[in-house]
């Protein structure tokens, strides 16, 4: 067998991290935790970082944004209600099998919108760089309910049907 085009899959394969080994040993925000799964350290993953967040009933995170790494966030269970804007002034919600985007430098705060029960979510983002920047922002009263619109997915219409 050729040396060159032999790869040591057993060590250097697929990883399992198992739900008893997360590290929580991680940058936190004020109000969820987080644990780490596929990090470099665990896994030698080199791009990605992965994890999950678990948010009490009714609390919410600080303002925060996690500069230059993009985060999706997938919904387990729980209602997440998502903020952001420079002074949170956006909001939207997500529930279970939703997918959260958030892009680089955003403004954000995650909240759980359940009043009896944790939202726990899976975290995976861009970098293995782990960025935390909790921000002091003062937030609007009201924030501006944002839909996803796209050609596919219109805004709902307002008002009342005859």
């Known amino acids: ?5 032999h ?3 057993k ?3 697929v990883r399992i991290v198992h739900a008893n080994e997360l590290d929580t040993n991680t940058p936190q925000t ?3 935790s987080r644990a780490a799964a596929i990090t470099y350290a665990r896994t030698c993953a080199q791009k990605i970082w992965a994890g999950t967040v678990t948010i009490k009933p009714d609390a919410k995170t600080g303002a925060h944004h996690h500069g230059a790494l993009e985060s999706v966030i997938y919904v387990l269970r729980g209602r997440a209600r998502m903020r952001w804007g420079d002074h949170l002034e956006f909001v939207a919600e997500a529930g279970p099998g939703d997918f959260i985007y958030v892009p680089p430098y955003v403004p954000h705060q995650e909240i759980n919108a359940a009043h009896d029960e944790p939202l726990e ?4 983002r ?7 920047v909790n921000l002091d922002i003062p937030a609007v009263e009201e924030p501006e309910t944002v ?3 796209d050609p596919i997915h219109k805004e709902p219409e307002t008002g009342t049907r005859d």
Do not use: K, N, R
């Open 1 to 5: 067998m050729d040396t060159e085009s």
């Open 7 to 9: 790869h040591d899959w």
């Open 11 to 13: 060590h250097h394969g």
């Open 30 to 32: 004020m109000g969820m």
């Open 121 to 124: 979510c899976v975290l995976v």
């Open 126 to 132: 861009s970098d293995q760089e782990a960025i935390v």
């Open 147 to 149: 839909y996803w619109v």
